[in-house]
């Protein structure tokens, strides 16, 4: 089987608009969780979220092009252009061998919205005509590979909370099966609209905490009540290793296990005792050939249930609390991105392996005692990580683990 690295990165989320600011901002405990500005929450029960602000589309788009595209997708380019310049991939590296495995939970949910509301007052004449293209989940990839010109394989992942993280493992079984090279991975969301926050609230899943914003996201704390909506996207460059070394390319790791598991069980709450996680974890060490890991980026959501579940998920796969290694969920600081998450914590596990240090879990004041692990409390520690661990699980049931390798 061909090995799989990653060259190159991108990030953009609410407390950054690039991997290296996010990173840092991550890493000392900032938060980008405020009340929302961009509609009117006044009559919502949930008013907060973590917003990408001061964001401007024409730096990366033709302005005659922005209202082709949905925000989602707007910021899918920001990040995948990062990466592809990260990774040093210019005209001299063959397109044909090179796809995108993008990713999204949601897509252009605030655009589905202003669509059926101009349909329902005033008639179907008003949909905009960029209405669908601007809207669908594979349109991430499609923008971006007329951008970049990538002729590979052009797949999506559509599998809520997990999708960006099974947008990697496709984009790695494409190069390990020899169907491309390259590849690039976009996951990227942006569905904080009134819809969006509105079901979600109407489900109970999100926090509350309206006047204490910066405190709303607390994973594995006992007083989480929910999880804070994010936006923003997270790109790496994958390739085959041989091509990368071929090129010169900077190494920031090896993909050297991923796996895949669904709950059965139910379409929100994860299985019990993480049972589901567990075997997606399991599987992700068998393939990497049973590791000593010193890192996992959590799931780690701040909602009861996924925090819980995954702590007993954890001790089970590495054979009890003593044998677990620190574990952190950044969640605190970008808040949950859905369907872009899995690419932004891989970026963030990558950037953390580099740099030997554990990202901090922050907002962690009051002990669960069903949460027991090391999280890593509110300030990131120095570590020496050769391996690490990155986790996704999502509504329906859908689970996603990967392990990188330093190399």
Same mark, same amino acid.
């Given at each position: 089987?061909?090995?799989?690295?990653?060259?190159?990165?991108?990030?953009?989320?609410?407390?950054?608009?690039?991997?290296?600011?996010?990173?840092?901002?991550?890493?000392?405990?900032?938060?980008?969780?405020?009340?929302?500005?961009?509609?009117?929450?006044?009559?919502?029960?949930?008013?907060?979220?973590?917003?990408?602000?001061?964001?401007?589309?024409? =730096? %990366?788009?033709?302005?005659?092009? %922005?209202?082709?595209?949905?925000?989602?997708?707007?910021?899918?380019?920001? @990040?995948?252009?990062?990466?592809?310049?990260?990774?040093?991939?210019?005209?001299?590296?063959?397109?044909?061998?090179?796809?995108?495995?993008?990713?999204?939970?949601?897509?252009?949910?605030?655009?589905?919205?202003?669509?059926?509301?101009?349909?329902?007052?005033?008639?179907?004449?008003?949909?905009?005509?960029?209405?669908?293209?601007?809207?669908?989940?594979?349109?991430? !990839?499609?923008?971006?590979?007329?951008?970049?010109?990538? &002729?590979?394989?052009?797949?999506?992942?559509? =599998?809520?909370?997990?999708?960006? #993280?099974?947008?990697?493992?496709?984009?790695?079984? #494409?190069?390990?099966?020899?169907?491309?090279?390259?590849?690039?991975?976009?996951?990227?969301?942006? @569905?904080?609209?009134?819809?969006?926050?509105?079901?979600?609230?109407?489900? &109970?899943?999100?926090?509350?905490?309206?006047?204490?914003?910066?405190?709303?996201?607390?994973? /594995?704390?006992?007083?989480?009540?929910?999880?804070?909506?994010?936006?923003?996207?997270?790109?790496?460059?994958?390739?085959?290793?041989?091509?990368?070394?071929?090129?010169?390319?900077?190494?920031?790791?090896?993909?050297?296990?991923?796996?895949?598991?669904? $709950?059965?069980?139910?379409?929100?709450?994860?299985?019990?005792? !993480?049972?589901? @996680?567990?075997?997606?974890?399991?599987?992700?060490?068998?393939?990497?050939?049973?590791?000593?890991?010193?890192?996992?980026?959590?799931?780690?959501?701040?909602?009861?249930?996924?925090?819980?579940?995954?702590?007993?998920?954890?001790?089970?796969?590495?054979?009890?609390?003593?044998?677990?290694?620190?574990?952190?969920? #950044?969640?605190?600081?970008?808040?949950?991105?859905?369907?872009?998450?899995?690419?932004?914590?891989?970026?963030?596990?990558?950037?953390?392996?580099?740099?030997?240090?554990?990202?901090? #879990?922050?907002?962690?004041?009051?002990?669960?005692?069903?949460? $027991?692990? $090391?999280?890593?409390?509110?300030?990131?520690?120095?570590?020496?990580?050769?391996?690490?661990?990155?986790?996704?699980?999502?509504?329906?049931? =859908?689970?996603?683990?990967?392990? /990188?390798?330093?190399?």
């Amino acid at each position: 089987m061909r090995r799989v690295v990653v060259t190159g990165l991108g990030m953009i989320n609410a407390v950054g608009h690039d991997k290296e600011s996010s990173f840092k901002a991550i890493l000392e405990g900032q938060c980008g969780i405020e009340r929302i500005s961009l509609f009117d929450a006044s009559n919502q029960s949930v008013q907060i979220a973590a917003e990408v602000k001061n964001f401007d589309p024409t =730096t %990366v788009m033709d302005a005659k092009e %922005v209202k082709k595209a949905d925000r989602f997708i707007q910021l899918g380019i920001k @990040a995948a252009s990062e990466a592809m310049a990260d990774a040093g991939i210019d005209e001299s590296v063959e397109r044909e061998r090179f796809g995108i495995s993008s990713a999204s939970g949601i897509g252009g949910l605030a655009n589905i919205e202003r669509n059926a509301v101009a349909c329902q007052s005033r008639g179907p004449r008003r949909i905009s005509p960029f209405f669908i293209p601007s809207s669908l989940v594979n349109m991430l !990839g499609g923008f971006i590979s007329i951008e970049h010109q990538l &002729k590979g394989p052009n797949l999506s992942s559509v =599998t809520a909370c997990a999708a960006g #993280t099974h947008a990697v493992s496709e984009a790695a079984k #494409t190069i390990m099966l020899g169907m491309a090279d390259r590849m690039l991975v976009v996951g990227a969301e942006a @569905a904080i609209c009134p819809v969006g926050i509105g079901g979600f609230a109407a489900m &109970k899943a999100l926090s509350t905490r309206n006047d204490e914003p910066k405190k709303a996201s607390r994973p /594995f704390d006992a007083d989480r009540g929910g999880f804070v909506m994010g936006e923003g996207a997270g790109a790496l460059v994958l390739e085959e290793y041989e091509a990368a070394v071929a090129r010169g390319a900077h190494i920031y790791g090896e993909l050297i296990g991923f796996g895949e598991s669904g $709950d059965a069980n139910h379409i929100t709450t994860p299985a019990p005792e !993480g049972e589901g @996680a567990y075997r997606a974890m399991k599987a992700a060490l068998a393939m990497a050939g049973q590791p000593k890991v010193d890192y996992i980026n959590a799931h780690g959501t701040s909602t009861k249930y996924n925090d819980w579940y995954e702590t007993m998920a954890i001790k089970k796969a590495f054979g009890g609390k003593e044998n677990c290694p620190p574990v952190s969920s #950044t969640k605190g600081q970008t808040a949950h991105c859905l369907g872009a998450a899995g690419a932004i914590e891989a970026v963030v596990t990558l950037l953390a392996m580099r740099d030997s240090v554990l990202p901090p #879990t922050i907002n962690y004041e009051n002990p669960d005692p069903d949460c $027991d692990l $090391d999280y890593v409390p509110n300030m990131a520690r120095e570590a020496k990580i050769e391996i690490a661990m990155s986790n996704s699980f999502g509504f329906g049931g =859908t689970n996603g683990v990967l392990i /990188f390798k330093k190399v």
